[in-house]
């Protein structure tokens, strides 16, 4: 069965520095696609990003990127530069090889920009 | 505004109760998925549509029933409702053929249990 862990349950970063977010997956599919949510305090969930498991390259969309590691089943997310507005809950989520797989996600971590 | 479209955005009702969630996905999708998010157990997948048709099954309750009509609107229906049925409901759309693209979410509906 297809699992992800998030193990931070809440983070905080400065204002304009750099944050990791943890993700690890479990699947016995040797093709699937990973995504990342934002859900801000407004409730709305956001699509932030998409790796494929075949994907060579690390994705990357504005501030944010995907840390791929295949081997590790780890696909964690990186905010740079934080803004105020990038406080919000990140999910982690996992399809399976179709568009037609339904998407399971994590348990998601709650991250807070300081000033 | 995404394209996916929720009613009610709130409902408040009695323990017992019955009620149906609407939800129209975003123009050209086929595709429609519900979600319970909620306090204690995270976003929880329920069922899956596709083109009028079932295609998957979560931890959906017995109480609770889904369909897809032939204009694609779906309806979710939640019956002899429980206190633990209060949560952020959600219905999500996708395209077919792109394995990349995100669900696109809609705002979610608001059940309150009392």
């Known amino acids: 069965a297809q699992k992800i862990t998030q193990t931070q349950p809440g983070m905080f970063v400065q204002e304009k520095e750099a944050v990791t977010l943890d993700c690890t997956y479990d699947?016995?599919?040797?093709?699937?696609?990973l995504f990342w949510y934002k859900q801000p305090s407004s409730g709305e969930m956001i699509f932030l990003i998409y790796?494929?498991?075949?994907?060579?390259q690390n994705a990357t969309e504005g501030r944010y990127s995907l840390n791929f590691q295949k081997a590790r089943k780890s696909a964690n997310l990186v905010i740079s530069a934080s803004q105020l507005g990038d406080s919000a809950m990140y999910f982690c989520?996992?399809?399976?090889?179709?568009?037609?797989?339904?998407?399971?996600f994590g348990p998601g971590t709650s991250l807070s920009v300081i000033p | 505004d995404s394209g996916v479209t929720q009613t009610p955005k709130h409902l408040i009702t009695a323990t017992g109760q019955r009620v149906t969630l609407r939800c129209s996905p975003r123009?050209?999708?086929?595709?429609v998925y519900w979600y319970q998010q909620s306090l204690d157990q995270g976003l929880q997948f329920l069922i899956q549509?596709?083109?009028?048709?079932?295609?998957a099954k979560g931890n959906i309750l017995e109480r609770f029933s889904a369909q897809q009509f032939p204009d694609l609107h779906s309806e979710l229906n939640l019956s002899s409702l429980e206190l633990g049925d209060s949560a952020l409901y959600f219905c999500?759309?996708?395209?077919?053929?792109?394995?990349?693209?995100?669900?696109?979410f809609g705002s979610g509906t608001r059940l309150t249990v009392v």
């Open positions: 549509y596709y083109n009028g048709e079932e295609r």
């Open positions: 123009s050209g999708d086929l595709s």
């Open positions: 699947t016995s599919d040797p093709s699937y696609g």
């Open positions: 999500a759309s996708s395209p077919q053929g792109s394995p990349s693209t995100g669900y696109t």
């Open positions: 790796q494929g498991s075949y994907d060579q």
């Open positions: 989520a996992m399809r399976g090889k179709t568009s037609y797989d339904k998407v399971i």
